[in-house]
């Protein structure tokens, strides 16, 4: 039901757009977010925003560099990646958040998931 692309291999300082375009159902009235898995680690928080848009939230490490976004109207969130450094490398996925009893940076937070992107930063 929620589909990432648009991962991929780029330099350090390279910019990449992630999509993650729902089908099936519409999550318009969801609050969304994009969470990250690197090799041997837990999943973390990257960023979240609002059913309406109105609001965002990032982790601390990607502050000013990564920026969230959605169209209602496609069904669709992005997530823009600028100054990509090595350490972002990781699979990235996309989530619909309906548990109300987390906070949007909680895993939990989220029923639906897509099945990720990979994306690789070489130094």
């Known amino acids: 039901q929620l589909q990432a692309s648009g991962g991929g291999l780029v330099q350090a300082g390279g910019a990449l757009r992630l999509s993650c375009a729902a089908s099936?159902?519409?999550?318009?009235?969801?609050?969304m977010g994009w969470f990250r898995q690197a090799p041997g680690k837990e999943r973390e928080f990257v960023a979240a925003?609002?059913?309406?848009?109105?609001?965002?939230y990032y982790a601390d490490s990607v502050k000013g560099r990564f920026t969230i976004s959605r169209e209602n109207a496609k069904n669709t969130v992005y997530l823009q990646m600028n100054s990509l450094k090595p350490e972002d490398t990781a699979v990235y996925y996309c989530?619909?958040?309906?548990?109300?009893?987390?906070?949007?940076?909680?895993?939990?937070?989220?029923?639906?998931w897509g099945q990720g992107t990979l994306v690789t930063v070489s130094s």
């Open positions: 099936g159902r519409t999550f318009n009235s969801y609050d």
């Open positions: 989530g619909a958040a309906d548990q109300q009893l987390y906070t949007l940076k909680s895993p939990a937070r989220y029923s639906y």
């Open positions: 925003i609002t059913w309406s848009g109105g609001s965002t």
